[in-house]
Each structure stands twice: as structure tokens, then as C-alpha cells.
């Protein structure tokens, strides 16, 4: 298995330019998630998804669109990016049926906007 | 406003002497926690979780505490190692309401010199 993976690792925008970033997962998991971690904020939720064909704001979901066509990719799009989108950002997964709702992460993709 | 706290952004410990990272939370609905660990360039990782029906959750060198009434819960390394240093993440869960999302503290920074 090869858990959560995401596509790519680093990137290089300018201003206004858009993107997709790309999560895979493996485990047949329902949910997915996504993530930014700037120094000092710690992992905030962009938007989540509860199963295929669904999709929820989470704490920082201004700027960025998401999409789960299929149930083992979530994509994260930037239509318009900015500087403030500078980030890593992290994808997760997690089982709908566990009990503990541990979340799987992938290896990050590092975002420089300019 | 953030429902997961972590107040102390770094820790520096001796190998071979405890460590303890903090939280605390606000949410009165949270009945589960985690705690991740993050090295640089990787995604967070799974450490130890703990029920809210327990008070201590023990694995190997790590133990978590939880005290709810005074809504705080420790992480415990006993005895620390250099490979211990990493980011470490408290999180929580509500999993009656929020479909699997986990809210993040900040993280601290731990440490650990020979």
C-alpha cells in the first residue's frame, strides 16, 4: 500500500496563476481532507469530503476549490493564486467506520506563490 | 477561535530524561484525542490516542494523560531520545458531530540534546 500520496511535492506560482493539486489514497477510505500548516498555525482544515460526490468548507476555505469525483482522489484547485497562499499543504484520509477517526497523512506539497 | 491549545511552541530535553507537551481544549463535546508527530519535509504521523472514558493511555515510551475537568491532556516520553525531535500535535475529536474532522493545536516543537 501506498497510503495517501500527493501530487507534486513542490510548486512554483505566480500571482494569479491557478492549479490542482492532487491526492490519492489507497485504503479505501470515505473521508479526505485538506490541509495548510504555516510556522505557528498548526494544520488547518481547507475543506473536507465525506464520501464521492460530496464536499464541505472547513476552518480556511477562501481561495481554493476542491472536487471527489472519485472516491480515492481529492483534488485542491487555486483558480487565482495568491501570495497568502504560500503553504504546505497536507492531505488525509480516515475510515468512516473507525472508531477513533486517526487520519492518514500525505508527504505534503510545499506552494510558493510570487 | 482555537479549540485546541498548545501553549508552549518548543520543548528542549535531555536524552534520557522526560518530556511533557501540553494541551487543552475548550470544547466540552470532544470525547477523543490524538497526538501526531511531524518531522521536517513529511507529513504528521499517528502516535497515541485516548478515550475520554480513560484517564492514561500507555504505549511503550509514551504515555497521554487526560484530566477532564480541568479540559487538559499531557503527552509523556519516558526516556526521550534525539529521535523524538519533531514537531508534536495535539488533536481533538467531536465523534458525534463533526464526521471525522480533527481540530489541531499549534504544535510544539520538542527537542531532544545528547
Known amino acids: 500500500n501506498a497510503g495517501v500520496t500527493q501530487t507534486p511535492k513542490f510548486r512554483v506560482l505566480k500571482t494569479g496563476q491557478s492549479m490542482t493539486l492532487l491526492c490519492a489514497q489507497d485504503m479505501n477510505h470515505e473521508y479526505m481532507y485538506w490541509y495548510r500548516q504555516d510556522p505557528g498555525m498548526g494544520l488547518r482544515l481547507i475543506h473536507y469530503s465525506v464520501g464521492e460526490g460530496t464536499t464541505a468548507k472547513g476552518e480556511v476555505p477562501d481561495g481554493y476549490n476542491v472536487s471527489r469525483l472519485k472516491k480515492q482522489n481529492f483534488l485542491l484547485g487555486l483558480e487565482s493564486a495568491a501570495p497568502s497562499q504560500t503553504s504546505v499543504y497536507f492531505c488525509?484520509?480516515?475510515?468512516?467506520?473507525?472508531?477513533?477517526?486517526?487520519?492518514?497523512f500525505g508527504p505534503g506539497t510545499r506552494l510558493t506563490v510570487t | 477561535d482555537q479549540q485546541v491549545k498548545q501553549n508552549s511552541p518548543s520543548l528542549s530535553v535531555q536524552e534520557g530524561r522526560i518530556s511533557i507537551l501540553n494541551c487543552d481544549y475548550t470544547?466540552?463535546?470532544?470525547?477523543?484525542f490524538l497526538w501526531y508527530k511531524k518531522y521536517p519535509a513529511e507529513g504528521p504521523t499517528f502516535l497515541i490516542s485516548?478515550?475520554?472514558?480513560?484517564d492514561k493511555n500507555e504505549d511503550g515510551r509514551f504515555t497521554v494523560f487526560l484530566n477532564k475537568s480541568a479540559k487538559h491532556l499531557s503527552l509523556h516520553i519516558v526516556p526521550s531520545q534525539p529521535g523524538d525531535s519533531a514537531v508534536y500535535f495535539c488533536?481533538?475529536?467531536?465523534?458525534?458531530?463533526?464526521?471525522?474532522?480533527?481540530?489541531f493545536g499549534r504544535g510544539t516543537q520538542l527537542t531532544v540534546w545528547p
Open positions: 488525509a484520509s480516515s475510515k468512516h467506520e473507525s472508531l477513533t477517526y486517526e487520519q492518514y
Open positions: 488533536a481533538a475529536s467531536d465523534r458525534g458531530s463533526t464526521l471525522g474532522r480533527l481540530y
Open positions: 485516548i478515550s475520554s472514558i480513560k
Open positions: 470544547n466540552s463535546m470532544f470525547d477523543y
